[in-house]
């Protein structure tokens, strides 16, 4: 069975750091995209980062450049999110996500979140 | 940056009916925008990709068209577990839309 499982989320107070993990099974880990996606409290989803299978390659929203490290281990399976200089505006369920689904029309070679994990919650305040 | 509105906010439609949402993107994203349905406590499920392809065991009461800058998601006869939120998402920069809420009337 696909699966994602996310660990890592706590409360921390504002200007705090965590890691979060992502431990992946049942497909070949190195072969996918992966990508970090958080849905605050009562809102909408809002992508935050992603990598490319090798690592070689990692793309971010504006709101957490210089913040946000996303890393994967192959060997592991397992993908990691370091978020730094916490704000009370990155509380939210962070998911680990998937990019399994290769578009079909062929210009660009872009993939779609197909598999989702089921959240680890990061709270920040003081 | 590309941005993404959907609308409506809410649908309120009974089983049986047919649902029309919509997404509109700020600028042509040619046909690279993906739906998902996310019910509470769930993390969301894909849909549709590429504007229009049915994801894996999607039923085929779901579909999706459009290009360039409108986009819609079709649910020609709504059953009870449809009713959930909508995301649009286009693939450029990977932006969500805000989301609508289908609830039953």
């Known amino acids: 069975e696909v699966q994602l499982v996310e660990s890592g989320g706590g409360l921390v107070q504002p200007g705090g750091s965590l890691r979060l993990f992502c431990a992946a099974s049942?497909?070949?880990?190195?072969?996918?995209?992966m990508s970090w996606v958080r849905q605050a409290p009562g809102k909408g989803l809002e992508w935050v980062a992603n990598?490319?299978?090798?690592?070689?390659?990692?793309y971010y929203v504006d709101s957490v450049k210089g913040r946000f490290t996303i890393s994967r281990d192959n060997a592991k399976n397992s993908l990691y999110l370091q978020i730094n200089s916490l704000r009370a505006e990155d509380t939210a369920v962070y998911y680990c996500?998937?990019?399994?689904?290769?578009?079909?029309?062929?210009?660009?070679?872009?993939?779609?979140?197909?598999?989702w994990g089921k959240g680890t919650t990061v709270t920040v305040s003081s | 940056e590309i941005v993404l509105t959907q609308s409506p906010a809410t649908l309120s439609l009974s089983p049986g009916e047919r649902a029309t949402l919509s997404c509109r993107a700020s600028?042509?994203?040619?046909?690279?925008v993906a739906w998902y349905q996310q019910k509470p406590g769930q993390a969301p499920r894909l849909l549709i990709y590429?504007?229009?392809n049915r994801a894996t065991g999607i039923p085929a009461r779901f579909s999706g068209s459009g290009s360039g800058t409108d986009f819609t998601l079709t649910i020609s006869s709504l059953e009870p577990e449809d009713f959930a939120v909508y995301f649009c998402?286009?693939?450029?920069?990977?932006?969500f839309g805000q989301g609508t809420r289908l609830e039953i009337k």
């Open positions: 998402q286009q693939r450029s920069n990977w932006a």
């Open positions: 990598i490319k299978e090798d690592g070689s390659e990692k």
């Open positions: 996500a998937r990019e399994g689904v290769p578009s079909a029309i062929g210009f660009y070679n872009y993939y779609y979140i197909d598999v």
């Open positions: 590429d504007a229009s």
């Open positions: 049942g497909f070949t880990f190195s072969n996918y995209w």
């Open positions: 600028q042509s994203i040619s046909r690279y």
